[in-house]
């Protein structure tokens, strides 16, 4: 059965810090991992991963894919308060339509 | 800019009543899906269709029916709305292919089951 863990569960940090977020995997056929942020709203689109190594980037967000290891992190620096968020780590299944998520990670930056 | 609507933002349905989520995408979107979010359970797939007339179970799909009649339009229906139905609905879509594009999600539905 495929499975998608988040690591922690939730984050408390204070602006400025930067944070790293866990995302480890068990996807039959694995064909990509996608990163998405989710306000009190619907999820939207961070990075999508294909290829080991490479890091994606934008601005404040970075995200790095091993294969090798089944692990995805998703990096915030100099955090700000309007990245509090839940972070969402999801591969894509077997049959490659249908996403599995994570549950998740909550994170709360202070001012 | 990739739009999918959802009907309601909030629904209030009592216990047996049928109801319909209605999504609508704008893309000319192929694949097309229903999650269900609940707090500690992430989301889970409900149905999902990769065309039009065509659906797929997902991992919860008991309780649920899916239609899908036009290219841009996907219905999640429940028969007989029970308690356990009690959730926030979110629809996606995607361009066609396996494993090689995001998905977009719609702005959800809360659904409350009394």
């Known amino acids: 059965e495929d499975k998608v863990v988040q690591s922690p569960l939730s984050l408390v940090v204070h602006e400025g810090d930067t944070v790293t977020l866990n995302c480890s995997y068990e996807v039959t056929n694995f064909r990509s991992l996608l990163w998405y942020k989710q306000e009190k709203k619907a999820p939207t689109f961070l990075f999508m991963l294909t290829s080991s190594g490479i890091e994606k980037k934008s601005g404040r967000l970075s995200s790095i894919l091993d294969k090798k290891e089944l692990f995805s992190i998703l990096n915030i620096t100099a955090t700000q308060t309007g990245d509090s968020a839940v972070y969402l780590c999801?591969?894509?299944?077997?049959?490659?339509?249908?996403?599995?998520f994570g549950k998740g990670t909550s994170l709360l930056v202070t001012p | 800019d990739v739009k999918v609507t959802q009907s309601s933002r909030y629904l209030v349905k009592r216990t047996g009543e049928k109801v319909f989520l209605e999504c609508v995408q704008d893309m000319d979107h192929e694949n097309m899906f229903w999650y269900r979010q609940d707090p500690g359970l992430g989301l889970r797939l409900i149905y999902f269709?990769?065309?039009?007339?065509?659906?797929e179970k997902g991992d919860i799909p008991e309780g649920y029916s899916v239609s899908r009649e036009k290219k841009e339009r996907f219905s999640l229906i429940l028969e007989s709305a029970s308690t356990n139905q009690t959730s926030m609905y979110l629809c996606?879509?995607?361009?066609?292919?396996?494993?090689?594009?995001?998905?977009?999600f719609g702005p959800g539905t809360r659904l409350t089951v009394t």
């Open positions: 269709s990769y065309d039009v007339k065509m659906k």
């Open positions: 999801a591969g894509y299944s077997n049959s490659g339509y249908a996403l599995n």
């Open positions: 996606a879509s995607s361009s066609p292919g396996q494993g090689d594009h995001e998905q977009y």
